[in-house]
T-cell receptor, first 114, second 111 residues
Framework: DADVTQTPRNRITKTGKRIMLECSQT?????MYWYRQDPGLGLRLIYYSFDVKDINKGEISDGYSVSRQAQAKFSLSLESAIPNQTALYFC?????????????FGPGTRLTVL | SQQGEEDPQALSIQEGENATMNCSYK?????LQWYRQNSGRGLVHLIL?????REKHSGRLRVTLDTSKKSSSLLITASRAADTASYFC???????????FGQGTRLTINP
């Protein structure tokens, strides 16, 4: 079984709809991240969480919100989706005890907003 | 804004040749990491080099780091078709506790 899972893997929605992307991990890591990737670009950080009570904005948090329901679960919400949020979304985890922020990625969610 | 700038943006070579990708960054770092992404899939960690290291090897991968020039290179020797992927550098800046990714190099290995 995959250590970091994301649901759904693909989603097509319409402008204005509320969307939730979910991430679960079995690695026991305390840190979790949400990124988006656009064609030809690297990953841009949306939100990150260093533990259940810690939520931090990343580079591009506008239009997004997150919830860390448990150490193993970190969800990303688009309250009112817009077409320029069409992208590939990745969840990642890392272990603060490793001394370096090596991250482990989920398989991604391809989101299309029409 | 992105910390790492990668060069070239795309690279196409013949199987068996060596592939070299470069990454430049702007601020002082704790470490620099390289990741691979197969088309549309999640990134996979390849190798980490700390700021006090100059060179590191892992199988067919060789990474160098020059902190005076704020640059790193990834060398893949004896390339294989399975090495076809995008490669990203990511930097962990001092005090940041998170990674900033470059835009990536798309590597194509031709059989």
């Amino acid at each position: 079984d995959a250590d970091v899972t994301q649901t759904p893997r693909n989603r097509i929605t319409k402008t204005g709809k509320r969307i939730m992307l979910e991430c679960s991990q079995t690695k026991g890591h305390d840190r979790m991240y949400w990124y988006r990737q656009d064609p030809g670009l690297g990953l841009r950080l949306i939100y990150y969480s260093f533990d259940v009570k810690d939520i931090n904005k990343g580079e591009i948090s506008d239009g997004y919100s997150v919830s860390r329901q448990a150490q193993a679960k970190f969800s990303l919400s688009l309250e009112s989706a817009i077409p320029n949020q069409t992208a590939l979304y990745f969840c990642a985890t890392s272990d603060s005890g490793q001394g370096a922020d090596t991250q482990y990625f989920g398989p991604g969610t391809r989101l299309t907003v029409l | 804004s992105q910390q790492g700038e990668e060069d070239p943006q795309a690279l196409s070579i013949q199987e068996g040749e060596n592939a070299t990708m470069n990454c430049s960054y702007k601020t002082s770092i704790n470490n620099l990491q390289w990741y691979r992404q197969n088309s549309g899939r999640g990134l996979v960690h390849l190798i980490l080099i700390r700021s006090n290291e100059r060179e590191k090897h892992s199988g067919r991968l060789r990474v160098t780091l020059d902190t005076s020039k704020k640059s790193s290179s990834l060398l893949i020797t004896a390339s294989r078709a399975a090495d076809t992927a995008s490669y990203f550098c990511a930097t962990e800046s001092q005090g940041a506790q998170k990674l900033v990714f470059g835009q990536g190099t798309r590597l194509t290995i031709n059989p």
